[in-house]
């Protein structure tokens, strides 16, 4: 028996298990790194422990911290969450050896399952359906090449260590097999340790299904249903929904039990997850076990009603399950997107930022998990997931309509983020028909308007003109007075790469912003400290804002904007693409350096590699031209828009 959990992990899957370990009547330890010292995750927990640096290698990865925090803490008991340390077997035995529950499954589970190629052979062995491939031991280059002739096209070449699509390549061309298999060598090396590999045959568009199972330590084993994460990009999830709609009830028992079995195979206690590809036809493979707690777990518990953190502990402290596979009962649909720190019209850039405002959305059926704050920073050590919305409906379009309200009335300013690209997938018909699959972002959905710059509405030019010369202070019956008549005055806003002129002028029924000799009427209906109710044009209409006199951020129409004021700056001072200065995209550190003093580069050669937010980033060349200083080197933390390189012509 255990008395208090400390939470190895941080964000909203620690304020998650916080909320649940305090209900069964737990005390609990979060800890926490010196960049996340206010946290939201640090405020919820009974006790807190600082672990180290904001790096995640000196702090929430560091095993001898976490164990010497639950030493401070007398924590008897750690949940890894997801992430960080939850599927490293060295961690689990470091808990066991320090007589510290490791709510999790058993140490051998882990390590089996933590290799691609181990636990294939292990799927394979208790008759689980895999998909034909390599997974040997032998490992040289001759052997892959020749396996991979083998197999044949398209090819699917994987590191076995590892996820989050590292090491992972698609090949539908003989010529580039061995080029690919550097490249995958090289990014598992750097990404896992090790740069062992396994090859199988690709299944092309198929769906991603997985199938939630528990186990107990008295030898039972149920599973919870499936999870469709279908729709990904560069092979990380973007949707999850429970149920699959591409899944009956005949199906959901085939690969149920199939589920069960490999979970038996390795006497597994706990929650885990077996992720399997379905193809057009309806048979499925094994494609790997997740022996931890999903970051999609919400849309199980909506269609269950159970608490699997809750499962979590109670299998942990020797309790039988609570529940037979015949008891298991899946009411309704549940979906779920992951809010990230990210453009995507940028290619998913990470972004960084200081929370200035955030709402989340209210109503039947939808549930927020977050970790967020007004007044938090989001930098560029970890990663840039910021919260999960989730709605339940008692059908599938029920819970899609409401997730994309949802979306659109969830208020995040400060930071960019990827709220229109997720409200357009649900919005998307091939989504709405249940009919996308692994190849979804990159065909229907590819010329999607969020996935590129698009000019910004008039409207939105003429809220951030009001925002820009709105004084807080002043009483709104006086606003706009005037000894003397007040002419229409200039405005020059900003927003990223788009540029706006435009006239303000204030007139008796509210105010007029003139754009492209095109007019915005605005009335200020109401004003709070965070929202304004504007009347825009005859329409009525909520607008949550932060303004700091030159820059503002605004929500409106479920869309986010950030638009800085540039009236008094000298347009040719401004940096542009071909201005010969390469800038950091965000914070991040800096991996490598590939140009020196002297050396004559053309536009678009890579200059410099960094890391922010666990993806790399590459800086290029903007101009053709020779490098005329270089402020870098390897091992370097820069800070976003910093001059890190500069090219003359």
């Known amino acids: 028996m255990f008395e208090k959990i400390l939470i190895a992990n941080r964000g909203e899957i620690a304020c998650r298990v916080i909320r649940t370990a305090k209900e069964m009547g737990y005390r609990t330890v979060a800890v926490y790194s010196e960049a996340d010292r206010h946290a939201l995750h640090v405020r919820l927990a009974d006790e807190a422990v600082c672990i180290g640096p904001a790096t995640a290698s000196e702090s929430y990865l560091k095993v001898d911290a976490i164990l010497d925090a639950c030493t401070k803490s007398g924590a008897d008991a750690v949940h890894p969450g997801y992430g960080f340390l939850s599927e490293n077997a060295d961690f689990a035995r470091a808990c066991e050896k320090a ?70 390549r698609v090949v539908t061309d003989t010529a580039e097999i061995a080029d690919q298999l550097k ?17 199988e045959r690709a299944v092309m568009r198929p769906r991603h299904v997985e199938i939630q199972v528990f186990g107990d330590q008295h030898g039972n084993v149920i599973h919870l249903g499936e999870r469709d994460c279908s729709v990904q990009r560069r092979h990380q999830k973007v949707v999850e929904e429970a149920p699959s709609p591409a899944v009956d009830k005949a199906l959901r028992a085939r690969m149920g039990q199939a589920a069960v079995e490999a979970a038996k195979s390795c006497n597994y206690v706990g929650a885990g997850t077996v992720e399997f590809l379905l193809d057009a036809s309806g048979e499925f493979y094994f494609l790997e076990m997740n022996t931890r707690l999903q970051v999609e777990h919400p849309v199980t518990e909506l269609v269950t009603g159970l608490d699997l953190v809750a499962l979590q502990i109670r299998v942990a402290r020797g309790e039988t399950l609570p529940i037979t596979q015949e008891q298991v009962q899946l009411n309704g649909h549940a979906i779920e997107v992951r809010l990230y720190a990210e453009d995507p ?64 009335d969830t208020v995040l300013i400060g930071v960019q983020d990827n709220r229109t690209f997720l409200a357009n997938i649900l919005k998307n018909p091939a989504f709405a028909n249940g009919e996308a699959t692994t190849a979804f972002i990159g065909s229907e959905f590819a010329d999607d308007p969020s996935l590129s710059v698009q000019p910004l509405p008039r409207e939105a030019w003429a809220i951030g003109a009001l925002l820009r010369t709105l004084s807080l202070k002043v009483d709104t019956s006086l606003r706009g007075w005037h000894s003397a008549a007040m002419r229409p005055q200039p405005l020059t806003l900003v927003s990223g790469e788009q540029r706006c002129c435009l006239t303000v002028e204030y007139r008796p029924a509210g105010v007029d912003v003139m754009i492209d000799d095109k007019h915005v009427c605005l009335r200020v209906v109401d004003q709070h400290a965070d929202y304004l109710v504007l009347e825009i044009d005859g329409v009525r209409t909520p607008v949550p804002y932060h303004n700091d006199g030159l820059r503002c951020w605004f929500s409106w129409r479920g869309q986010g904007f950030a638009l800085a004021d540039h009236t008094h700056t000298p347009h040719q001072a401004e940096d542009g693409p071909g201005s010969g200065q390469v800038r950091a995209p965000m914070d991040g550190l800096v991996l490598d350096v590939r140009c020196e003093v002297g050396q004559t580069v053309n536009k678009g050669q890579v200059l410099a590699v960094m890391e922010a937010m666990k993806m790399e980033h590459s800086l290029k060349a903007g101009v053709d031209g020779t490098i005329e200083s270089v ?3 390897c091992g370097d933390q820069v800070k976003g828009k910093q001059v890190v390189l500069t090219i003359v012509s």
Request: hydrophobic content about 40%; some cysteine.
């Open 345 to 408: 019209s940028q290619n998913f850039l990470p972004q960084t930022g200081e929370v200035m405002g955030w709402r989340t959305a209210t109503g039947p059926g939808i549930r927020i998990d977050h970790g967020l704050r007004v007044g938090q920073v989001i930098g560029s050590h970890y990663d840039p997931m910021l919260a999960k919305l989730i709605a339940w409906g008692e059908s599938r379009e029920d819970a899609r309509r409401r997730l994309i309200r949802a979306i659109e």
């Open 99 to 168: 007589n510290v529950t490791f709510i999790g499954p058993p140490v051998d589970a882990i390590h089996l399952m933590g290799s691609k190629r181990l636990s294939k052979i292990a799927m394979i062995d208790a008759g689980v359906p895999c998909i034909p491939g390599y997974e040997g031991e032998d490992q040289t280059d001759k052997t892959l090449m020749a396996e991979a002739t083998r197999i044949g096209l398209p090819l699917m070449i994987k590191a076995s260590a590892g996820g989050g699509g590292r090491g992972m």
């Open 631 to 633: 402020s870098i080197q």
């Open 183 to 199: 490249g995958a060598r090289t990014e598992a090396k750097n990404a896992f340790g090790s740069d062992e590999l396994i090859l």
